[in-house]
């Protein structure tokens, strides 16, 4: 039994114009996102070591970074569980 024609997988599919538009557009949104989170981190210590060198005890400034820290987790969290939801919708409407 030979077969001229080649096997076609089940996943393979071609994406259009508009989906590889907003595969880019959802990659540079992402990257926005992290540097954006990532600056307020770094400008996070920066605010506590200016605090530091200003004359403000040490344990008074780090539980203030602490809970700044948290907050940030906990706002990349929130991020992390919108963007998996807009992508799942996104996919979903593209099927």
């Given at each position: 039994m030979n077969n001229s024609q080649p096997t076609k997988s089940i996943h393979s599919r071609k994406y259009t114009k508009i989906e590889k538009s907003q595969q880019k557009q959802q990659?540079?949104?992402?990257?926005?996102?992290?540097?954006?989170?990532?600056?307020?981190?770094?400008?996070?210590?920066?605010?506590?070591?200016?605090?530091?060198?200003?004359?403000?005890?040490?344990?008074?400034?780090?539980?203030?970074?602490?809970?700044?820290?948290?907050e940030l987790i906990l706002k990349t969290q929130g991020v992390q569980k919108r963007l998996k939801t807009r992508d799942r919708n996104c996919n979903s409407c593209s099927d």
């Open positions: 990659r540079f949104l992402r990257r926005v996102i992290t540097g954006a989170l990532v600056a307020q981190a770094t400008l996070i210590v920066v605010n506590g070591n200016l605090d530091v060198l200003s004359g403000q005890p040490v344990l008074d400034v780090i539980p203030g970074m602490i809970t700044q820290g948290i």
